[in-house]
């Protein structure tokens, strides 16, 4: 298995701009992660999905983003309008054991808005 | 408020044992307490995972006292290569929220 994949791994946009990140999980697996972190902040939760639906969204920032997963093999994270405070690298990890914490993370997608 | 806490740093040399304590005062009763070490630009890469007592894998060592407010890495013997960010994650008791603690950043020196 390739691993999780993350697209793009780099992206520069300016303010107000819509970005989308994508991510491909490790077949079979049936948990979704996305996460940012920053200097200031660290690693943080945004939100995950259990079998495509969303479980806990409260890590979300702002309604600016949102995140979707229309099937066991994709999904995407936006920022719609972009933010020069949204500069992170976005992280999407999966897992396919239940109350296991072990995730396999992507390479990521370093955000850096204008 | 769960409260998840690392030492910032730490340094080391070729061939020591490291011990690294997370503290963790609200984790959830049930859940496991895993460990991830990270190198610049690459994702989160886990290490080892525990419930209770004592984790040995083939590359750490996890202890975690009867009261799981806190946990213990030990790497064995760390070589140039171990240098990296090592960060501690639970589930938070109360909220039960995922919650990353804010690292360690471990240096080995020749």
């Known amino acids: 298995d390739a691993g999780v994949i993350q697209s793009p791994r780099h992206e520069v946009t300016e303010m107000g701009q819509e970005v989308t990140l994508r991510c491909k999980p490790i077949?079979?697996?049936?948990?979704l992660f996305w996460y940012r972190q920053t200097m200031m902040r660290g690693l943080e939760l945004l939100i995950y999905?259990?079998?495509?639906?969303?479980?806990?969204d409260s890590g979300m920032p702002e309604d600016r983003f949102s995140a979707k997963m229309p099937n066991a093999s994709f999904s995407t994270l936006k920022i719609q309008p972009s933010e020069p405070r949204d500069s992170a690298v976005y992280f999407c990890?999966?897992?396919?054991?239940?109350?296991?914490?072990?995730?396999?993370f992507g390479p990521g997608t370093r955000l850096t808005v204008l | 408020l769960a409260k998840t806490t690392q030492p910032i740093s730490m340094d080391s040399y070729e061939g020591q044992e490291v011990n690294i304590t997370c503290s963790h005062n609200?984790?959830?009763?049930?859940?496991?307490i895993t460990w991830y070490q990270q190198f610049p630009s690459q994702g989160p890469r886990f290490i080892i995972q525990?419930?209770?007592t004592k984790v040995t894998n083939e590359v750490a060592s996890l202890f975690i006292p009867a009261d799981r407010k806190s946990s213990t890495l030990s790497l064995p013997r760390v070589s140039l290569s171990d240098t990296a960010v090592y960060y501690c994650?639970?589930?938070?008791?109360?909220?039960?929220?995922?919650?990353f603690g804010s690292g360690t950043r471990l240096l080995v020196r020749p």
């Open positions: 990890a999966s897992s396919g054991t239940p109350g296991s914490n072990e995730q396999f």
């Open positions: 077949s079979g697996h049936d948990y």
């Open positions: 999905f259990n079998n495509n639906v969303p479980i806990d």
């Open positions: 609200n984790i959830a009763t049930n859940d496991y």
């Open positions: 525990g419930y209770k």
């Open positions: 994650l639970h589930w938070g008791g109360s909220s039960y929220k995922l919650i």
